[in-house]
């Protein structure tokens, strides 16, 4: 569990108070945020359109999360809405760039990352090396936001992480948000007089 300071079980004292911005300078609050946000939002709509009467599971809410964050994270990019935004990699492998740092995201609890939160892709490896400038500190160093869910599919909280490739955590920053841009959606209305049957305990599952 995470404590006033950031910090959190399995994630050192140091990790909790270095920040962002300490890692690159591109790394900003107000960047960081509207990261989230788009995360966050391209997730709601998911949830939102969810038909657990046409065969909705948490298995394809998910896929079609992460696809929807995703576009919500290229359109911006593609639209000039940030012109610090950048897309490395458009594929599954889905890499962004803030100011040239490379970013990627995933579903998950921040203080558990699994194996495959923790690949790295030999561009997105490269990519970092260009970033920092120095091919030894950014050797097995990767950025990720953690989109943290409830037990409905809505997101409670997006983490940033600067991690290793053997699962050490050097930066672990909540990433402000509103409660608007967390908040569960409405779901629309799939059935006249029906109670959708989607079990909340499925979404638990990671999608």
């Known amino acids: 569990m995470s404590d006033a300071s950031g910090s959190s079980d399995g994630v050192s004292a140091d990790a909790g108070r270095r920040l962002p911005w300490d890692l690159h300078p591109a790394l900003t ?10 995360l966050a939002r391209g997730r709601s709509d998911a949830v939102a359109m969810a038909d657990p009467w046409a065969g909705d599971d948490a298995w394809s ?5 992460y696809s929807f964050s995703r576009n919500r994270l290229r359109q911006a990019a ?3 809405r940030y012109r610090w935004l950048g897309v490395l990699d458009a594929t599954h492998h889905f890499v962004f760039l803030i100011d040239g740092a490379p970013v990627r995201f995933f579903r998950g609890d921040a203080e558990e990352p699994t194996k495959r939160t923790l690949r790295q892709q030999e561009s997105e ?3 970092m090396a260009l970033a920092l400038g ?3 500190a950014a050797e097995g160093l990767m950025f990720r936001l953690a989109v943290e869910t409830g037990e409905g599919g809505e997101v409670t909280r997006v983490v940033f992480l600067a991690l290793r490739e053997d699962g050490a955590t050097e930066c672990f920053w909540p990433v402000p948000l509103d409660n608007a841009d967390v908040s569960a959606p409405a779901r629309r209305n799939v059935g006249v007089g029906l109670t959708p049957p989607l079990a909340t305990g499925a979404l638990r599952h990671r999608g």
């Open 134 to 136: 120095d091919l030894g």
């Open 78 to 80: 593609e639209g000039g």
């Open 61 to 65: 809410i998910g896929c079609r999360a």
């Open 125 to 127: 490896a490269q990519q």
């Open 29 to 38: 609050e107000d960047r960081l945020s509207a990261c989230a946000r788009l």
